[in-house]
């Protein structure tokens, strides 16, 4: 076995002691305690602190799985406007050295940075600098100036730019090498998707661009930008930019490896990320960003309405719009390398809601619903991660899956096997690996879903199948090999 093989076994064991020891005592010790108020009179429970209490037990129960399972590591929190905070922190910030999670941990966001970006272009707005249905080429002419884009076209991913995972310098480093005066030049010269204006197609590049309309317009860069116009403004003393250097209080990201594992996540380069996906910040801080933009802070109520209103595909400016729980919810998730997050305000009960996790993982769904209902004594089927995953047996030839997967013309997913592995990459994104789960199926940890793979009448891998549905969407193969 090589060495680099070995260190990873290592990392796999040591998650896997820790993550069972852990969930055993966070299910042992409950953070708030029944206790009288000093308004109370003597011999009273304070009704406020059990309801927390039994709050948080229903979290750690529920969350526990997720925790021993290696999908989930990190904080959860909520808020409920003119309380104090509930925080929970579950698992290791730094796997090696068997670092515990803290409440003030900062975390990448990921895409929640998009309503920070699409607030930077409201508080333009309202200066009076740009309008979002100016065209992009009155602030960017070098920028596809043949093309009517219009600023709001960017904010609702209707403009029909390139995504950041598709470039060529993406692609080629693996996102680790890029400056992002490069990264705009490059999504300039790629084709549009579609006509600005006519389809909607989610876009990290379109963000990018909003990035660069920002740092022309303001003469700031889009770091400095949100610093002195968001961050300071609102009292969110970690809310930045991510950094090259070091950072107190920054914790280590990981993606799932094998059955129950971890290894280390390579983090993209910032230039790829600013502008959709650059923010970090802590739980306390997340909260108190979801609380302030939904209470006025920042926005008049024009921008604020335009913000939250749903301008198709329930997306609003850089927010989804939508319904949880038979109420109205307002927020945002996020994953990058090593980070999977998400932040919801739910505005008719004045509650916000966040999940920070260090292992780039979908099980956040699960993770914030658990969170969520919890806080609201809301009643559910809490979801658990698969109880089924093993090794690939000797008899399965992992080459007959190698292959291009065509799901449409703007979706290719590639099939790759490397010592027995197998691993799935999307257009020129990053690998997820699949693990087997039997009877034919494979599962992601990183996207938490089931794949299959389809066969034709002389038993050749033909097709993909993404998901276990009947009528789940397949895509063809279209060639032999990555």
Do not use: C
């Not at 939250?308 to 729980?325: E, K, L, M, P, Q």
């Not at 038979?326 to 390398?337: E, Q």
């Not at 891998?461 to 032999?480: F, H, M, S, T, Y």
């Amino acid at each position: 076995m090589s060495t680099e093989r070995m260190q990873r076994q290592t990392l796999r064991m040591t998650l896997l002691r820790h993550a069972m020891v852990i969930s055993m005592l966070f299910l042992a010790e409950p953070s708030v305690a029944a206790s009288r108020s000093p308004e109370s009179a003597p011999g009273t429970v304070d009704r406020a602190a059990v309801r927390t209490q039994d709050r948080t037990a229903r979290i750690d129960t529920a969350l526990a799985p997720f925790v021993a399972s290696g999908d989930f590591m990190g904080v959860v929190a909520y808020r409920y406007d003119g309380q104090a905070p509930v925080i929970r922190s579950y698992g290791l910030a730094q796997v090696e050295l068997g670092v515990r999670h803290r409440p003030d941990g900062i975390f990448g966001i990921g895409s929640i940075s998009k309503q920070v970006t699409a607030v930077a272009v409201l508080l333009l707005e309202q200066d009076g600098a740009l309008a979002v249905d100016d065209p992009v080429a009155r602030y960017l002419p070098e920028f596809k100036p043949d093309d009517d884009i219009r600023i709001e076209q960017l904010l609702v991913h209707t403009a029909g730019v390139a995504d950041i995972y598709d470039l060529e310098s993406f692609g080629r480093s693996g996102g680790a090498v890029g400056r992002f005066a490069e990264v705009i030049d490059e999504l300039a010269a790629r084709p549009l998707t579609h006509a600005p204006g006519t389809t909607y197609a989610y876009s990290n590049g379109g963000y990018a661009v909003l990035a660069a309309v920002i740092e022309r317009v303001s003469g700031m860069t889009y770091a400095e930008f949100t610093e002195r116009r968001i961050a300071k403004p609102l009292g969110l003393r970690t809310l930045r930019q991510i950094g090259p250097d070091a950072r107190t209080g920054r914790v280590s990201g990981y993606d799932p490896h094998g059955i129950d594992g971890l290894q280390p996540a390579r983090r993209p380069a910032t230039a790829f990320l600013v502008g959709s996906g650059s923010l970090e910040t802590d739980a306390e801080d997340l909260l108190a960003w979801t609380s302030a933009i939904h209470s006025g802070r920042l926005l008049s109520a024009s921008a604020y309405g335009r913000f939250t209103r749903d301008h198709g595909h329930a997306y609003g400016y850089g927010i989804s719009v939508f319904r949880r729980f038979d109420r109205p919810a307002i927020g945002h998730d996020g994953r990058v390398a090593g980070f999977s997050s998400d932040a919801v305000r739910y505005p008719d009960d004045g509650l916000s809601v966040v999940v920070l996790g260090n292992v780039q993982s979908v099980a956040r769904d699960d993770i914030r619903r658990i969170v969520a209902a919890a806080a609201l004594d809301v009643e559910i089927d809490a979801g658990v991660p698969p109880a089924d995953l093993r090794p690939v047996p000797a008899s399965i030839e992992l080459e007959a899956l190698e292959g291009a997967f065509g799901f449409g013309p703007n979706l290719t997913v590639y099939i790759d096997v490397r010592d027995r592995e197998v691993f799935a990459r999307a257009n020129r994104g990053a690998e997820t690996q699949l693990v087997y789960r039997g009877d034919g199926r494979w599962f992601s940890r990183v996207l938490y879903a089931t794949v299959r793979f389809g066969r034709d009448a002389d038993g050749r891998v033909d097709r993909l199948i993404w998901g276990e549905a009947e009528d789940a969407p397949a895509g063809l193969r279209l060639a032999e090999g990555p």
